[in-house]
T-cell receptor
Framework: AQSVAQPEDQVNVAEGNPLTVKCTYSVSGNPYLFWYVQYPNRGLQFLLKYITGDNLVKGSYGFEAEFNKSQTSFHLKKPSALVSDSALYFCAVRDIQTGANNLFFGTGTRLTVIP | DTGVSQNPRHKITKRGQNVTFRCDPISEHNRLYWYRQTLGQGPEFLTYFQNEAQLEKSRLLSDRFSAERPKGSFSTLEIQRTEQGDSAMYLC???????????????FGQGTRLTVV
């Protein structure tokens, strides 16, 4: 069975500081990993994904994430947070072994960037 | 705006009534997904279409739920005999035809918020 854990419901960071939103996963095979962001009254927006290759992937709005197979983690990072980054962030996984197309989402982490 | 479009945006219905939601995917996206999101939770997968074929269904999709995509373009999700537990945000997403379906990201609509009273 596949699962995603986002251990922090809420992350607060000062504007200009680096931010990290944590994600760990569990799959029976190899994972495809995704990060999405949800702003109020807007749909989920794709940020970045890890499929294969370089463990560090770069995405939209200056975000990046590092795939760590030994720790089964895919933490989202940004070197310098902006107030406009405040939103709800979701990590999601697809299990290659199952062949299923559905994305399995974590429960989300609310990021608040304090001016 | 050429994104995924969902209608209506909000729906309030009495328990026991039937409701139908519509999703118009991004043009030429042949893959379409329905998810349900409740407060404080991440989206939960309901069903997946490739063109008009419904290829995957979650156990969450009880007998009261039915989804169709008759011509491989727009899709409808119907809930019969609604219950208060059906209150949620229903999200539709689509993804491009190119590439393998598993490594392609999905593009989400703004959702339909259902409230069953």
């Amino acid at each position: 069975a596949q699962s995603v854990a986002q251990p922090e419901d809420q992350v607060n960071v000062a504007e200009g500081n680096p931010l990290t939103v944590k994600c760990t996963y569990s799959v029976s095979g190899n994972p495809y990993l995704f990060w999405y962001v949800q702003y109020p009254n807007r749909g989920l927006q794709f940020l970045l994904k890890y499929i294969t290759g370089d463990n560090l992937v770069k995405g939209s709005y200056g975000f990046e994430a590092e795939f760590n197979k030994s720790q089964t983690s895919f933490h989202l990072k940004k070197p310098s947070a902006l107030v406009s980054d405040s939103a709800l962030y979701f990590c999601a996984v697809r299990d290659i072994q199952t062949g299923a197309n559905n994305l399995f989402f974590g429960t989300g982490t609310r990021l608040t960037v304090i001016p | 705006d050429t994104g995924v479009s969902q209608n209506p945006r909000h729906k309030i219905t009495k328990r026991g009534q039937n409701v139908t939601f519509r999703c118009d995917p991004i043009s030429e996206h042949n893959r379409l997904y329905w998810y349900r999101q409740t407060l404080g939770q991440g989206p939960e997968f309901l069903t997946y279409f490739q063109n008009e074929a419904q290829l995957e269904k979650s156990r969450l999709l009880s007998d009261r739920f039915s989804a169709e995509r008759p011509k491989g373009s727009f899709s409808t999700l119907e809930i019969q005999r609604t219950e208060q537990g059906d209150s949620a945000m229903y999200l539709c997403a689509s993804s491009p035809s190119s590439g393998h379906s598993m490594n392609t990201e999905a593009f989400f609509g703004q959702g339909t918020r259902l409230t069953v009273v």
